[in-house]
Structure formats: structure tokens, C-alpha cells
């Protein structure tokens, strides 16, 4: 494939298959002591994995054993738990499908730019995972969870959409706060442009 040696830290490896030192991670795609995409990909597929099985364990224990939590949580508060875990499944949802498709059918990323560059040119490119956007997976359940939690106390305000929160169902706590965390980049379009409109409003 030849040398590819980039000067100004984009890619330090004698060609695409034959990495230096073993590694096959460019340094300016490098998260921490991660050298090999296998070995950064196994870890996230662990924590991932990791976090879906304590979520639905602590969603479980809210659901079959609510008496354990009685002592310490009121009814509003086990309603907020009930969000927060909603959008973090959500958030961990969209997070897992996306690390999915991007492994499974874009394939383990490209080796740099000069890569990459050849890759557009045999038409080749998918939706590759890529280690630079490690803590964009790491981080992205969470931040959903707040998002969903602060979304659905405005929902059930009445603030946005007044029609959902008349409905006294226990189940819509959880249900709301996951399609919230499941879209919520889709939604924080939506909030912000209804923000908008009531600053042009004022």
C-alpha cells in the first residue's frame, strides 16, 4: 500500500494493514491507552453491555419490589426514577444500535484521512465506528437521562404538549422519558425551536 507518514500528527504507520508498533489507531484518533480498534471495541461492547443489564436490573427491582425503596422514596420521587432510568434506556437504546450498525456494517473505521480519501474514491464508505468518538458512546446514555428528565417535568407541567399530561398512567412516567432518550437528538431540535418561538413572543 506504500508509506503514508503525515507530518502533522494525522497518521504515523508504513501502510493501512501494517500499523507501527502494532497499532492500527491513528494519533489523532487515540482516546487514552487504547492502541488496537479490536481491543476499543471489545471494552465498549462490555460497558455497553454492563450498563443495559444494570439498568434493567434496577428498572426490575423499581417494578417487582417497589416496597424495598417505600422507605426512603416518596410517590413523586419513584416517578422521577422512573424517568431518569426511561431515558437512559433510551439514550443506551439508540447508543447500542448505533454501535451495532457502525461495527457490523460499516466495518471497524479507516485507518486515517489518506485512507479514507481512497475509500471515497472506490465508493466503499459506510457509517464506519470510529475511536475518536469514544466518549460521544460512553456519555450519551447519560445525557440523555437528563434530557429526558428535565423533557418529561415539562411535559407533565403542561408546559409542552398539554395533551400527554393529563394522563394518569404510571406507565407513561417511564414510557415518555424513553422515546425522549431513544430520539433525543430529534427532540432537542424540537425544544429548542419551541424556545425560540416564545422569545419571539416576548
Not at 413523586?76 to 437512559?88: N, P, T
Not at 433510551?90 to 489518506?114: E, N, P, Q, R
Not at 407541567?157 to 412516567?173: H, Q, R, T, W
Request: aromatic fraction near 18%.
Amino acid at each position: 500500500m506504500g508509506e503514508d507518514n503525515h507530518v502533522q500528527g494525522k497518521c504515523f504507520r508504513t501502510g493501512p494493514y501494517n500499523p507501527l508498533n502494532g497499532e492500527d489507531i491513528c494519533i489523532n484518533e487515540k482516546i487514552f491507552f487504547f492502541k488496537r480498534r479490536r481491543a476499543q471495541i471489545i471494552c465498549e461492547a462490555i460497558y455497553l453491555f454492563a450498563m443495559l443489564i444494570l439498568s434493567c436490573f434496577f428498572l426490575a427491582s423499581l417494578h417487582f419490589f417497589p416496597q424495598c425503596f417505600e422507605s426512603f422514596i416518596n410517590q413523586a420521587q419513584m416517578r422521577s426514577l422512573y424517568a431518569v432510568i426511561g431515558g437512559f434506556l433510551g439514550g443506551l437504546t439508540m447508543d447500542i444500535k448505533w454501535f451495532h450498525k457502525s461495527v457490523a456494517w460499516g466495518g471497524a473505521g479507516h485507518y486515517c484521512d489518506c485512507e479514507k480519501k481512497q475509500s471515497l474514491q472506490n465508493g466503499t464508505v459506510s457509517s464506519p465506528w470510529l475511536p475518536q468518538k469514544f466518549f460521544w458512546r460512553i456519555f450519551s446514555p447519560f445525557v440523555a437521562a437528563i434530557f429526558a428528565f428535565s423533557a418529561n417535568v415539562l411535559i407533565m407541567s403542561g408546559l409542552i404538549f398539554p395533551e400527554l399530561s393529563i394522563k394518569d398512567n404510571s406507565a407513561m412516567y417511564f414510557v415518555i422519558p424513553y422515546i425522549i432518550g431513544l430520539y433525543s437528538d430529534t427532540f432537542y431540535i424540537k425544544l429548542t425551536n419551541w424556545v425560540e418561538r416564545l422569545e419571539v413572543k416576548k
